[in-house]
């Protein structure tokens, strides 16, 4: 089992940042990638950023050279970091755990960005 706890949405400007983190626990040493999500509504729910265990990172076309996922392995913790922001990067972020071979969801966070 491994338990994801997401926070640091709200409401921004256009042109604004936030950072997004998710701290893992649980059999972490099962998770062989991570990954934040978004959804917004009437859409279907879709990868933002991933990084696997060995570092292997990619992005959603739309979000590459704005944001930037990382992690601190000493502290269970992956991190999105959105600049730039647009409206339509407006939704219900989610990190995700990859293990094989269960995936595992946080609860979201939501993230507002106004024009």
């Known amino acids: 089992q491994v338990q994801l706890v997401e926070s640091g949405g709200g409401l921004v400007q256009a042109g604004g940042s936030l950072r997004l983190s998710c701290t893992y626990s649980?059999?972490?040493?099962?998770?062989?990638?991570m990954g934040w999500y978004r959804q917004s509504p009437g859409k279907q729910r879709e990868l933002v950023a991933r990084i696997t265990k060995a570092g292997t990172i990619n992005y959603v076309d739309s979000v590459k050279g704005r944001f930037t996922i990382s992690r601190d392995n000493a502290k269970n913790t992956v991190y999105l970091q959105m600049n730039s922001l647009k409206p339509e990067d407006t939704a219900v972020y989610y990190c995700?755990?990859?293990?094989?071979?269960?995936?595992?969801w946080g609860q979201g966070t939501q993230v507002t960005v106004s024009s």
């Open positions: 995700r755990g990859d293990t094989y071979p269960e995936i595992y």
């Open positions: 649980g059999s972490i040493f099962s998770i062989y990638a």
